[in-house]
């Protein structure tokens, strides 16, 4: 059984598009995350929601919006995707602050 | 391959040996961190985790070590074995309700037979 599983986990596209991935966990937790890799391997937090309310928004530009329809799902979508957003967005979910958030196996994004 | 252009610092171990992995974090407020090891084309995978008010933890094989004075985390690997090859990451959250962590920029562990 996959804790947090994304789909898909390719997706390439031109740019000018607009995208989505979705997550879903089946970990029973309250909180989940969208993280951004980019070539270097250097993680970092976009946006975080605690029982479907949004409560971190890093500096990420307004074409990314996530969505949480319930507490198991957050879904990110892209509009107008550019070259500079090519990476591995990861989506993750822990319970309360100071515990493990668990990951989900990536969603490599191309632009071409 | 995946790697190609990519330049992490890297550990080279044999196999058989210890591995040390250091990190510097940067918040004197931060009170948790964490230990992710990633594989190629997966995701962060949890480790061990070590709270502030803790300056050593151990779990199978491995040991994180935590030094609040000069802001250093150690991971300690025993018995480093080939599937122990990855790149590791340590991350730094202050505990707050939103859990932000704040990650490492990574470590390569490359595990010679």
């Known amino acids: 059984d996959t804790a947090v599983s994304q789909t898909p986990k390719y997706l390439v596209t031109q740019m000018g598009n607009d995208k989505s991935i979705k997550c879903e966990q089946n970990l029973g937790h309250d909180t989940m995350y969208w993280y951004k890799q980019d070539s270097k391997k250097f993680l970092k937090i976009m946006f975080s929601y605690n029982n479907k309310e949004l409560i971190i928004n890093e500096t990420v530009p307004n074409r990314f919006s996530p969505k949480s329809p319930d507490k198991a799902h957050l879904n990110l979508h892209i509009n107008s995707l550019e070259l500079g957003d090519s990476a591995v967005y990861f989506c993750a979910s822990s319970r309360e602050g100071g515990q493990p958030q668990h990951f989900g196996d990536g969603t490599r994004l191309s632009i071409l | 391959g995946e790697s190609v252009g990519l330049h992490l610092p890297t550990l080279s171990v044999q196999e058989g040996d210890n591995s040390i992995i250091n990190c510097a974090y940067s918040?004197?407020?931060?009170?948790?961190f964490i230990w992710y090891k990633q594989e190629s084309g997966k995701g962060p995978q949890f480790i061990i985790d070590?709270?502030?008010?803790?300056d050593k933890r151990q779990g199978q094989r491995v040991t994180v070590l935590l030094n609040k004075t000069v802001k250093h985390l150690s991971l300690q690997i025993a018995a480093t074995q080939p599937g122990d090859s990855a790149v590791y990451f340590c991350a730094e959250a202050d505990g707050g309700a939103t859990n932000k962590l704040i990650f490492g920029t990574g470590t390569l562990l490359a595990v010679q037979p």
């Open positions: 070590i709270r502030s008010n803790m």
């Open positions: 918040n004197s407020a931060s009170d948790y």
